[in-house]
């Protein structure tokens, strides 16, 4: 048998951030979203996925499975690479800095874009944004990651197959940074 | 195609260009934005801006692939324009049509992109070329012939004066387009054939590309769809007052027979409550159709009497009957989704008079096609915005079955900009799946152990048969025998074998086919390379050894084959535990073969740890794009040979996403070494027919680790523990 890299079992936070709250009706709360304040007005169970994107017109978050699997909505949460389709926005508070991949850079300077760039990273580009978010997460945590490290951190689906240079990237970043 | 030039400036600022500022027409990364959309046009394919900066113009789609890059590359390249002033833009559909298709085909599938667009876009550039010249010329009064061109700057050789192509391109705008458009020599290229970078990155690295799933228009509403799980079945009720009440619910609506849509304020709101619609379907004659039963289907055609050759030569059935020693083996490959990862959507406004629809598409001549019958509009009065693909893969050319839903619901809304965006459930479980197809091979060996005859029997599912049956004639789909035809430009068979049969038994199941990337190279290569594989161990020989025996007569499929071996060391002892398995092919214009290197643990747990893949494309007009192609293509083929499998139960795909169709992670990614031969003379693809090479190579590495010889994927639902 082939190892189903899907069977792992979700780590301890995300585990707490998809439970989904029962509450209805609408839910008015404040997120920090990429530095700012915003008031959001919305269903308690809506992902914090849909709230970017329809909410906060952030729509470099990406859908791409609903269901935390493939990584292409993945934000930042106190630093912490999340997937947003499964954070309900019942689950935010205000004192959680939100970072999408609009708010990672200003200019597209973080060293992961730049190494990004100078690899040519991106085919279609759809799953880029949730790859991103990943690695900068990893490089937050990890300065000089392993190859391991690699492996256990980006889980994120690309089907155009950006893998190998995704590797590259990330590691050419590591050693900007260093 | 020269004469797609010859077409006067007045005409296109008359009828095209306005398309291009007006509406919502929404500029890709890298092109130009709407302030630019002003002409000078120096003919089809080139505007260039007074400040110097070049525009030009490419209708086949960017879904990934980079044939964006490649193609501009081509024009740039007889252009002579300083290619960091070049940016490019997305002629539509409706202006094509309206110009009679000065920019030819659209079709984005098949890798055709370059290698059928290549001559009429070069010439575009070229012509553009010697406009510009012409013009410099002109205003110098002095003889053209003195002039040359390099990088954007003309320069009348005897004085030394020089001007811009900014400067001259209002003039030149104004001569005729020439008539004979002579083309560089490749080898003088100085930006095609070069790793230049992509010219669409930049915003795939900030969030700021809009992918049709993006796109905001005023005043838009949003849609979910629901289409009968059940394939041919239909909608018998649903009851829209059980979720008219929900938040931002504005309308239910019944789409074609068979699905039921629901339009709200948002799509989380559309999606949730449509999942809360009680719907009733009549599931119809297909409501037991399973993947089981199908295989007896297919198996039993694997010995049907009847069936359609698609490449003989000599009498294999004599020669089979005659050999003193016979090879038998019975494969099977099964359906698959594309799993792009953005899944189908459309935007559609619909009113009386006009329809316009906003979409990723592989094909925008087709998206329109579609658009028309689905407004009940004549094409002049409707248009398709393309956007940006996220993946495309074959699902968003050949059939564009979303469109037409979107256009089915904003109908319903008139004036109204409607997105239809697919859930992941509802794109995985209503694709237009790989064909399924059982392959019974029959050698026949002499005493020496050489092969004599070969009989390849395929059972099972035409694509064209259920995307385009008007092409199928006498029962006869000729796209069935990728990479098994005889000798010839196009996906020949790489093997003299002096008595050969290859024929078709078609067998279509409930399941509607699509062209999956790579389409039916993917198993016809699984199916000829492992059973080479295998009898060249019935010999008792190298495999590839074995091969080259067979190859004279192929030296294309030859170099490519040693190109991969000689750079994997094929014949050299690899690392401890590792074992070697190799594979070749041709398809989409193009020469390709593969060696995988893999070990199995004793607990049968495969790790790939290194390809090398060696590509003969003719010409490369881009050899970083062609390595990530090729790169690309082990992901996507070793995806589907680990992992990818659509069954049937009770009618219906049982998978609906990622969890239950798994796909492979950057963590079982092998290190992939690219080898580019452009032999010249021809122009192949590059983005599909790698993927055909990725399978039987692994597998054939495995049986040469383990001994198990896998004639059934994926894999994972196959042991690999030692023999």
């Known amino acids: 048998m082939i190892h189903n890299p899907y069977a792992k079992s979700p780590n301890a936070r995300e585990t707490r951030l998809r439970a989904v709250s029962n509450r209805k009706g609408c839910f008015m709360t404040v997120l920090n979203v990429n530095g700012r304040s915003v008031t959001v007005e919305t269903e308690a169970d809506t992902p914090l996925l849909w709230v970017l994107r329809e909410q906060l017109g952030l729509t470099g978050t990406k859908y791409g499975c609903g269901i935390a699997q493939c990584g292409s909505c993945t934000v930042h949460i106190d630093g912490a690479a999340v997937r947003s389709c499964a954070v309900p926005l019942a689950a935010l508070n205000p004192n959680q800095k939100i970072i999408t991949i609009e708010g990672l850079s200003n200019d597209g300077s973080h060293p992961v874009q730049k190494a990004w760039a100078a690899l040519d990273v991106p085919q279609c580009g759809f799953c880029q944004s949730g790859m991103i978010m990943a690695a900068a997460a990893l490089l937050a945590a990890k300065p000089q990651p392993s190859d391991a490290d690699i492996d256990a951190a980006m889980s994120n689906i690309c089907r155009c197959g950006t893998y190998n240079r995704v590797r590259a990237g990330i590691k050419q970043a590591a050693a900007a940074k260093a | ?723």
């Open chain 2, 1 to 723: 195609m020269l004469q797609d030039t010859v077409i006067s400036r007045r005409s296109f600022l008359g009828t095209a260009g306005a398309g291009l500022v007006v509406g919502f027409h929404v500029a890709g990364p890298g092109e130009a934005r709407a302030q630019d959309a002003a002409p000078p046009e120096i003919n089809a394919w080139v505007r260039v801006l007074p400040d110097d900066r070049v525009v030009i113009r490419i209708v086949r789609s960017e879904m990934g692939q980079g044939t964006l890059t490649g193609l501009a590359q081509l024009v740039a390249e007889e252009l002579d324009c300083d290619w960091s002033k070049v940016s490019t833009e997305q002629p539509t559909p409706g202006q094509s049509l309206a110009r009679n298709r000065v920019w030819g085909n659209f079709s984005t599938g098949g890798s055709r992109g370059i290698r059928e667009s290549h001559e009429y876009v070069r010439k575009g550039g070229a012509a553009a070329r010697m406009m510009l010249v012409q013009a410099a010329a002109d205003e110098w009064k002095v003889p053209v012939g003195e002039c040359r061109a390099a990088s954007s700057v003309i320069t009348h050789v005897p004085t030394g004066r020089s001007t811009s192509y900014g400067k001259v391109a209002d003039a030149a705008g104004r001569l005729p387009v020439p008539a004979n458009v002579p083309l560089k020599d490749p080898k003088d290229w100085k930006i095609a054939g070069k790793p230049v970078m992509r010219l669409d990155t930049k915003d795939k690295l900030t969030g700021a590309q809009v992918y049709g799933m993006d796109l905001k228009l005023p005043g838009m509403l949003n849609a979910a769809v629901k289409d009968c799980p059940v394939f041919g079945g239909k909608v018998k009720s649903f009851d829209a007052a059980a979720i008219a009440q929900r938040s931002g619910v504005k309308k239910v609506v019944q789409v074609g027979d068979s699905a039921v849509a629901v339009v709200a304020d948002t799509w989380w709101h559309a999606k949730t409550a449509l999942d809360a619609l009680p719907i009733v379907w009549d599931e119809g004659a297909n409501a037991t159709a399973s993947s089981a039963a199908f295989a007896a289907v297919l198996k039993a055609g694997l010995d049907a009497p009847e069936a359609v050759v698609g490449n003989s030569s000599g009498d294999a059935r004599a020669a089979l009957a005659a050999a003193p020693r016979t090879v038998e083996a019975v494969y099977a490959y099964p359906h698959q989704n594309h799993a792009t990862m953005e899944t189908m959507n459309a935007t559609a406004r619909w009113t009386p008079t006009r329809c316009e629809v906003w979409t990723p598409t592989q094909n925008g001549e087709a998206a329109l096609a579609a658009t028309s019958e689905a407004a009940g509009l004549p094409a002049t009065q409707c248009e398709v915005y393309k956007i940006n693909l996220g993946g495309g893969f074959g699902r968003r050319g050949a059939v564009h079955d979303w469109v037409r839903q979107a256009v089915a619901i904003a109908k319903e809304l008139p004036g109204t900009p409607v997105k239809l965006i697919w859930s992941r459930e509802e794109d995985m479980q209503h694709g237009r799946y790989h064909p399924v197809t059982m392959c019974k091979l029959k050698a026949g060996l002499d005493a020496q152990g050489n092969l004599t005859a070969l009989h390849m029997r395929i059972s099972g599912q035409s694509i064209l048969a259920g995307v385009f049956p008007q092409n199928v004639r006498d029962g006869r789909d000729p796209v069935v025998f990728q990479g098994l035809n005889a000798s010839g430009p196009e996906a020949s068979i790489g093997y003299s074998v002096p008595n050969l049969l290859v024929d078709h038994a078609m067998r279509n199941p409930t399941v509607p086919p699509g062209f999956w990337r790579g389409v039916n190279l993917n198993q016809n290569a699984i199916y000829l390379e492992c059973f080479i594989d295998e009898l060249a161990h019935a010999k008792g020989q190298d495999p590839l050894a074995f091969r080259l025996k067979l190859m004279d007569k192929h030296p294309k499929h030859r170099a490519v084959l040693e190109a991969a071996t000689q750079g994997a060391g094929w014949g050299t002892p690899p690392p401890p535990g590792v074992y070697r398995g190799l594979a070749q092919t041709m398809g989409f214009g193009s020469y390709v073969a593969a060696v995988a290197e893999v070990s199995v643990s004793p607990a049968g747990e495969l790790k790939i740890h290194r390809i090398v893949a060696a590509t003969d494309p003719g010409h490369a007009v881009n050899p970083q794009q062609i390595a990530m192609q090729v790169e690309g293509s082990f992901v996507y083929g070793l995806s589907a040979a680990l992992f990818g499998q659509c069954t049937l139960k009770d009618g219906r795909i049982e998978q609906s996403n990622f969890d239950a169709y798994p796909v492979m992670l950057l963590k079982q990614m092998p290190k992939v070494e690219t080898i580019i031969v452009p032999s010249g003379g021809f122009w192949g693809g590059v983005g599909e027919p790698t993927i055909a090479v990725a399978a039987p190579a692994v597998l054939n590495a495995i049986f040469a680790a383990t001994g198990v010889r896998i004639r059934e994927l994926p894999l994972k639902n196959q042991s690999l523990k030692k023999a």
